[in-house]
């Protein structure tokens, strides 16, 4: 198949588009590496694919990788005009959409963001696919769409009309206006809502990387909630292999029965709590983390957990990578990563 995978640049994106083209898919990535975080975190996961940052750089210019079947184009999904040419050009079998302005605290300093990027440009990408005979659209959403639900796990029959951030706002207005143009135009669309994801080449705005690079540095660690916390922390591996499941199978049996929409929790079907989470990083890295307890910030949820059962009947997904093995595959990579700046401070 060929697959258009937005986000490329980005942590799931990353690892989607190389599952992907191991599996003998046409890849075509787009991304706007933006500089919500560390840029050239962005341009050292495109060289993996075999990118070159300097043709990377370059807006609406698609680039051709050294190692295979990827090509990567630079690109705001709000391009009115670029990304509708791009479609055409293409003529993708298959659109996974992770391109996303990510993060619920920074939804609070710089909505704007999230309108253009999570809404505009989502809106963007369901016309090039109703235009473009897109066989199956498969998107990102959120765990954060259940702000302020009680009840654990959360389920996808759950009621989520009470999101406690923009970014969950966003997300929730994505499943919305799939659900539309699945109902008007027979888009088959799956919304997945990720759960914590972590994991090597992880985001540097996420626990995992925060907590890793100041205990590494020697500065106290933000713990929130005073430690009161648990989420469903979700290895990298187990959640791409869900999405790939996905993108593979065929649709033909949801347009034969009508179910063109579907939104699926996408977890490790467990709830961590958040000072064991910690421990096995002090652990991983022989040191122990100096400890500043907060209050619970703004558009945080004290717990999730995700009831992945519709997942697994499904598509037979199968979550399998505890705590203790996750967090010490991260510790090696970023001691990898960044291993000229640790020696330094030695």
């Not at 143009?181 to 985001?203: D, E, M």
């Not at 907060?294 to 009947?313: F, K, N, S």
Request: net charge negative; with cysteine; charged share 25%.
């Amino acid at each position: 198949m060929k697959i258009l995978v937005t986000g490329a640049a980005g942590f799931i994106g990353f690892f989607t588009s190389r599952v992907l083209l191991e599996k003998g898919h046409d890849v075509v990535g787009l991304d706007n590496i933006n500089d919500y975080y560390d840029v050239n975190l962005k341009f050292s996961r495109l060289k993996e694919l075999g990118i070159d940052r300097n043709d990377a750089e370059n807006f609406n210019a698609m680039c051709k990788s050294t190692k295979g079947n990827f090509s990567f184009v630079r690109m705001h999904l709000e391009d009115r005009e670029a990304l509708p040419q791009l479609f055409e050009a293409e003529q993708f079998d298959v659109v996974c959409n992770l391109a996303a302005q990510a993060g619920v605290r920074y939804s609070l300093e710089n909505p704007e963001t999230y309108i253009d990027s999570n809404l505009v440009g989502f809106l963007n990408i369901l016309e090039c696919c109703r235009h473009n005979s897109i066989k199956h659209l498969v998107y990102a959403s959120s765990s954060s769409v259940y702000g302020l639900n009680k009840k654990i796990p959360f389920s996808t029959a759950d009621n989520v009309d009470h999101p406690i951030s923009l970014y969950a706002a966003t997300k929730k207005s994505n499943e919305l206006m799939a659900h539309t143009y699945s109902h008007l135009f027979t888009i088959p669309t799956t919304g997945l809502r990720f759960f914590t994801v972590y994991g090597p080449w992880g985001r540097p705005d996420m626990a995992m990387f925060l907590f890793t690079d100041a205990i590494v540095n020697d500065r106290p660690i933000k713990v929130f909630n005073h430690g009161k916390m648990e989420r469903d922390f979700t290895y990298i591996d187990d959640i791409v292999e869900g999405v790939v499941r996905i993108i593979e199978k065929p649709v033909n049996d949801r347009s034969e029965s009508k179910e063109l929409y579907k939104v699926y929790n996408i977890g490790n079907n467990n709830s961590v709590k958040l000072l064991d989470f910690i421990k096995e990083i002090e652990i991983n890295l022989d040191k122990t983390a100096d400890k500043n307890m907060m209050p619970i910030q703004p558009g945080d949820v004290e717990r999730t957990w995700a009831d992945v059962d519709q997942l697994i009947t499904d598509y037979d997904y199968s979550p399998n990578t505890s705590i203790k093995k996750g967090v010490k595959s991260f510790v090696k990579w970023y001691k990898d990563y960044y291993k000229e700046s640790i020696e330094l401070q030695r």
